[in-house]
Every structure is written in structure tokens, then in C-alpha cells.
């Protein structure tokens, strides 16, 4: 039976990827700090631990597993990464994990290991224009990323390809861009736009308000969690180490989004914008590289994901005002 370790399985991307790893018939092991908050972990082992002890990745790194996820990290949406409160933990903490990790892999003489890069890592300058923003992969230098949170991801690419080149590791990178879904987090500070919205016109009545961070004219694209793990997969087990993108092209206005998440609630909501922390004007993923090397493309549109997200989130609300746990 083939074995997998998750690094951040008690997370949304990686919770889900225990599930589909299970699936697909691998013996997981899961690490993560905490447990996934919204339904029991499907890994066969889960350590709950600090992936910043050093000690503690060589303990759970304790054979040579045929593929480990490192997706661990200090994230969050806008909310905890574009306002500046949260930098250095961002960047010491994220970057410790990927030290101690590699270092880990590299002693058990673990071929391969994939980690979860993001699309914050590309220049800011190449992202003003809402209408045309520039993501392929070559573009990433001269480097300039418009948070410490893409400098991290930069610096930590690195890190594994020059893994790769000295001591002969198979690794590959992904760069991911807004993925959402189910079972993610809908509240509290660290929830990316698509569950915000989601979540804000859930506790809105049908003709409500709602509010929206900057003047809401700047784009984004969003990936559905069940196409990002299917892209993650087809990397893992390819020749190709990348660094490459893993993202939707469906490039929408989060005006747009929050309207198309109304009609799929059945709501005519009316937008209030204020003063927030944005990130880039404009971003979209480029899929020219991946496709071409992976054969790989998004198989649904970007409503069908919004209206799967919104049915688990506004079941949350609905139980939170009920006073129940939430439940998956
Ligand atoms: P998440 O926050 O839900 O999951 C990350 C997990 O890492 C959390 O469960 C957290 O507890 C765990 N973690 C943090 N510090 C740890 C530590 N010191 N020791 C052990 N565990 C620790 O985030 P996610 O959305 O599942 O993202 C997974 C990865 O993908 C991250 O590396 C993230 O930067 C990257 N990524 C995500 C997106 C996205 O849209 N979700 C976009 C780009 C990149």
C-alpha cells in the first residue's frame, strides 16, 4: 500500500487531500497543529504537533514515504495577511516549517515532496490593471511581491528547487491561486473572499446589504477544491517539477462574485463598499504552462463551486443562529 504524509492536513486544502489520498488507497499520515475544525480527519494517523520543532518534523517524518504534501503554513485571507499585524509570524513561522521539513525529507531520503506555493508570489506591477493581469509563470521576476506573505512563498520555492539541484530531491511546486470550497474557513478573521461573501449573504435578508471591502472593481479568479487536488495529484506523479500555476481563468469582479453568489442564494443584496485591505488590482491565473505539460484545465465553471460553497456555509450560519456546533 503506497503512503503519504500531509503536512497542514488539519487545514482546508489539506483535510481534503487526506480524504482523497484515502480514495485513492494510500496509508496518510496527517500533521497539523490542530484537527480540521468541521469534520473528523480520514488520515490513518494524525499527530497533532508544531511543525517549527525541528525535532518534531524528524519524528513524524519517520520512513521514506512515496509522497509527502508539505501545505503548512501562517495564512489567511486579505484580512490577516494584507494589513501588516501578522508579517513577521508570516514569514518566520511559514519559512521555519519549510527549513525543518526539507531538512527532515532530505535525511529519510524522501524522493518526492510537493509544496503549496501561491500566486501572491508574482509582481505587483504586473497586476494594476484590472482588466489584464499578467500571472504566467516566467513573469515572476524581477520579484516583487506585494505582501511578506508572497516574499515567503518566493524565498520557499527556492528553497525546494535548490533542494532538488544539491541533493537530488524530487520536488514539485505549485502555485495556487483562491481556492475555495466547502469546509473552509467561513469566519474569524482568516477567510479568503469567496467564503466572506458567502457568509455575509447568508446573515443577510433577501433584500439586504451587504459589505464589500475597496470599491470592488478589482478581479480575481477562484479554483474549486475538488479541481485543485486533481491538478496537485496529476504534478505530484509527473515529470514535471514546475514551479506552475494551479488556478481558474475565469476571471471575475468581486462586485460580480458577490452578485453571482445573490442569485445562487436566491437574494437581491445591494453592496456597501468601505475602507479594507485589497492586494493587486487585478489577478488570473495563466494555464498555458500546465496545460501544455499536464494536459490539466478546470472542468466547471466557477458558479457551479460558488453554489457547493454556499450551501455548506449558509448551513454553518444557520446552525451557529440555532446555537449548534457546525458540522460538515
Ligand atoms: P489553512 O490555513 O486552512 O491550512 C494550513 C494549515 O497549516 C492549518 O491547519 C494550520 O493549523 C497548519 N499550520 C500552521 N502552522 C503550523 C505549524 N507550525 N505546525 C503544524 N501545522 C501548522 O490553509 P489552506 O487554504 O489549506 O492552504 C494550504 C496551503 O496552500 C498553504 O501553504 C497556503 O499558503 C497555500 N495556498 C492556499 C491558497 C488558498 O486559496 N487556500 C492559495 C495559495 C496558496
Redesign the pocket.
Known amino acids: 500500500m503506497p503512503d503519504a504524509l500531509v ?10 487531500l487526506v480524504r482523497r489520498l484515502k480514495r485513492e488507497g494510500f496509508w496518510v499520515r496527517g ?4 484537527f ?1 475544525e468541521f469534520a473528523p480527519t480520514e488520515a490513518d494517523d494524525f499527530v497533532q ?5 525541528q525535532d ?1 518534523c524528524r519524528l513524524v517524518v519517520d520512513r521514506g514515504f512515496d509522497e509527502v504534501y ?8 486579505a484580512g490577516f495577511v494584507f494589513t501588516g499585524e501578522n508579517d513577521a509570524d508570516i514569514l518566520h ?2 519559512a ?2 519549510n527549513l525543518n521539513m526539507l531538512d527532515a525529507c532530505r535525511r529519510r531520503r524522501i524522493k518526492r515532496i510537493f ?6 508570489m508574482y509582481p505587483a506591477y504586473n497586476q494594476e490593471n484590472p482588466e489584464n493581469p499578467l500571472c504566467s509563470e516566467e513573469s515572476a521576476y524581477p520579484a516583487a511581491p506585494d505582501s511578506e ?1 508572497g516574499w515567503e ?1 518566493l524565498f520557499s520555492e527556492h528553497l525546494y528547487l535548490a533542494f532538488a539541484r544539491n541533493y537530488g530531491m524530487e520536488v514539485r511546486v ?7 470550497g466547502p469546509e ?2 467561513w469566519r474569524g478573521g ?1 477567510e ?1 473572499a469567496p467564503a466572506a461573501l458567502c457568509r455575509k449573504i447568508a446573515q443577510t435578508p433577501e433584500d439586504g446589504e451587504i459589505e464589500v471591502w475597496g470599491d470592488g472593481q478589482q478581479t480575481r479568479s ?2 474549486y477544491i475538488d479541481e ?1 487536488l486533481e491538478a496537485t495529484c496529476r504534478l505530484m506523479r509527473s515529470d514535471f517539477p514546475g514551479p506552475v500555476n494551479v488556478g481558474s481563468e475565469e476571471m471575475i469582479r468581486i462586485n460580480d462574485l458577490a452578485q453571482m453568489i445573490a442569485q445562487v442564494a436566491g437574494k437581491k443584496i445591494s453592496i456597501r463598499h468601505i475602507p479594507g485591505p485589497l492586494g493587486v488590482r487585478g489577478r488570473n491565473s495563466d494555464n498555458r504552462l500546465i496545460r501544455e505539460k499536464l494536459g490539466w484545465a478546470p472542468s466547471q465553471p466557477l458558479e457551479k463551486g460558488v453554489a457547493l460553497t454556499y450551501a455548506w456555509i449558509s448551513e454553518q450560519v444557520a446552525r451557529d443562529r440555532g446555537g449548534k456546533p457546525p458540522i460538515a
Open positions: 503536512c497542514g492536513a488539519g487545514g482546508f486544502i489539506g483535510s481534503h500533521v497539523d497543529l490542530k480540521p504537533g508544531d511543525l517549527r520543532d518534531f508539505q501545505l503548512a503554513a501562517d495564512m489567511g485571507g513561522n511559514s521555519t516549517i509544496y503549496s506555493s501561491s500566486a501572491c506573505y512563498k505549485a502555485r495556487y491561486h483562491n481556492i475555495f473552509g474557513t482568516r479568503k477562484f479554483l485543485c
